[in-house]
């Protein structure tokens, strides 16, 4: 049989922090179609309105009583059937909770690819119902974290269409470097947000750059929590140690991974049940050779050997993360150390191009099911 023709569903287009989306897109094979901006898709990927003013009033004139969801609805599956799509892969639940009843009246097989905050956000959650239509009929349920895995069962996800799908990473971007050449200089890269608690990972440099003021900090990336820690880093008199670039090009994270010593990140479960899945950028620090320094949240101990690739801490241990910092910005060798087991993990198990190739598989069979 020729490789099934496959639609990707993006609720969110052209993010920046959603790598992985933008690898399946671009590295699949068969991708046929791609459809973006909302659970229940209102563009195409090149931003194009599946239908537009004019086009819905048309649709209302023909049709009396049709809601705008119904239209929509009709336009995303006549675009399946124009593109002969075999296999659709919904990423996020709330997507694949949108796109089933599609797919059921297509009879098209339908893959869902959870993340993170779609498997345990309390209000995600309540407003899919639990994902009650998703979790029993989906041809496959994939997941990034064994936590992932056991929360879907407990949803009452069926065993057998679970899918451990570990995050790749382009190893020939994030090459192996030495952390023990590089000076006490630490790393973060992600989102300001509640989930990645940056004000906790500041809070533990703050302890050890106390013990050390050679050591130095820089948090990349943007988010609704950057001015509040811009805020923090003043108060705390560390406007000199720490560096807030904003968000910066996944080639920049690659050179700053490349001039750091060590990696740091304190995710933490929010109010609302917030998680992460694996963090990509935890695994970036990996192939690029870098211990990580992080705390026991989600899919992060699945992937970060504590005492062997990294130093790991309970969500919130903020003394614990500054100490462990503390014990790599004094051995240089430990850090190249656990660096070379950290690259070593990643050749092993997060090659991107065989994570692509589990999830073409995956795709693959559900349209044999």
């Given at each position: 049989?020729?490789?099934?023709?496959?639609?990707?569903?993006?609720?969110?287009?052209n993010a920046y922090s959603e790598t992985f989306i933008a690898a399946h897109i671009a590295r699949l094979q068969a991708v046929e179609l791609v459809l973006t901006d909302g659970h229940l898709p209102k563009r195409t990927a090149t931003g194009e309105p599946l239908l537009s003013e004019a086009l819905w009033q048309r649709v209302r004139r023909k049709v009396s009583g049709t809601s705008f969801e119904q239209a929509l609805s009709a336009r995303v599956a006549k675009l399946l059937k124009a593109h002969r799509i075999n296999v659709v892969l919904a990423e996020y639940g709330p997507t694949g909770e949108a796109m089933w009843p599609i797919c059921e009246r297509m009879g098209l097989p339908l893959v869902v690819h959870f993340h993170g905050i779609d498997a345990f956000h309390v209000k995600l959650l309540a407003d899919n119902k639990g994902y009650a239509?998703?979790?029993?009929?989906?041809?496959?349920?994939?997941?990034?974290?064994?936590?992932?895995?056991?929360?879907?069962?407990e949803l009452g996800a069926p065993r057998d269409r679970l899918h451990y799908v570990?995050?790749?990473v382009e190893l020939d971007r994030f090459q192996a470097q030495r952390p023990d050449q590089a000076p006490p200089h630490f790393l973060s890269v992600g989102r300001f947000v509640d989930k990645k608690a940056p004000a906790l990972t500041l809070l533990a440099f703050h302890k050890a750059w106390e013990q050390d003021r050679s050591m130095r900090l820089t948090m990349a990336g943007n988010g609704p929590l950057w001015e509040s820690t811009r805020q923090l880093v003043?108060?705390?008199?560390?406007e000199a140690a720490v560096e807030l670039p904003g968000a910066v090009s996944h080639d920049r994270v690659a050179?700053?991974?490349?001039a750091s010593r060590a990696f740091v990140q304190h995710s933490v479960v929010t109010a609302d049940n917030d998680h992460e899945g694996t963090p990509l950028s935890v695994l970036e620090a990996m192939a690029s050779g870098m211990p990580v320094v992080a705390t026991r949240h989600a899919g992060i101990p699945d992937v970060v050997e504590h005492g062997v690739s990294?130093?790991?801490?309970?969500?919130?241990?903020?003394?614990?993360?500054?100490?462990h910092l503390l014990t790599l910005a004094r051995d240089p060798a430990l850090a190249l150390r656990m660096g070379q087991a950290g690259r070593a993990r990643a050749e092993r198990d997060h090659r991107q191009q065989d994570r692509i190739a589990q999830l073409q598989g995956i795709l693959a069979a559900a349209t044999r099911s």
């Amino acid at each position: 049989m020729s490789t099934p023709r496959i639609a990707i569903i993006s609720p969110n287009r052209n993010a920046y922090s959603e790598t992985f989306i933008a690898a399946h897109i671009a590295r699949l094979q068969a991708v046929e179609l791609v459809l973006t901006d909302g659970h229940l898709p209102k563009r195409t990927a090149t931003g194009e309105p599946l239908l537009s003013e004019a086009l819905w009033q048309r649709v209302r004139r023909k049709v009396s009583g049709t809601s705008f969801e119904q239209a929509l609805s009709a336009r995303v599956a006549k675009l399946l059937k124009a593109h002969r799509i075999n296999v659709v892969l919904a990423e996020y639940g709330p997507t694949g909770e949108a796109m089933w009843p599609i797919c059921e009246r297509m009879g098209l097989p339908l893959v869902v690819h959870f993340h993170g905050i779609d498997a345990f956000h309390v209000k995600l959650l309540a407003d899919n119902k639990g994902y009650a239509r998703t979790l029993p009929n989906a041809a496959a349920l994939v997941v990034v974290s064994h936590e992932m895995e056991e929360q879907l069962l407990e949803l009452g996800a069926p065993r057998d269409r679970l899918h451990y799908v570990r995050y790749g990473v382009e190893l020939d971007r994030f090459q192996a470097q030495r952390p023990d050449q590089a000076p006490p200089h630490f790393l973060s890269v992600g989102r300001f947000v509640d989930k990645k608690a940056p004000a906790l990972t500041l809070l533990a440099f703050h302890k050890a750059w106390e013990q050390d003021r050679s050591m130095r900090l820089t948090m990349a990336g943007n988010g609704p929590l950057w001015e509040s820690t811009r805020q923090l880093v003043k108060a705390l008199g560390l406007e000199a140690a720490v560096e807030l670039p904003g968000a910066v090009s996944h080639d920049r994270v690659a050179e700053l991974m490349a001039a750091s010593r060590a990696f740091v990140q304190h995710s933490v479960v929010t109010a609302d049940n917030d998680h992460e899945g694996t963090p990509l950028s935890v695994l970036e620090a990996m192939a690029s050779g870098m211990p990580v320094v992080a705390t026991r949240h989600a899919g992060i101990p699945d992937v970060v050997e504590h005492g062997v690739s990294g130093l790991l801490c309970g969500e919130r241990e903020v003394d614990v993360m500054g100490e462990h910092l503390l014990t790599l910005a004094r051995d240089p060798a430990l850090a190249l150390r656990m660096g070379q087991a950290g690259r070593a993990r990643a050749e092993r198990d997060h090659r991107q191009q065989d994570r692509i190739a589990q999830l073409q598989g995956i795709l693959a069979a559900a349209t044999r099911s």
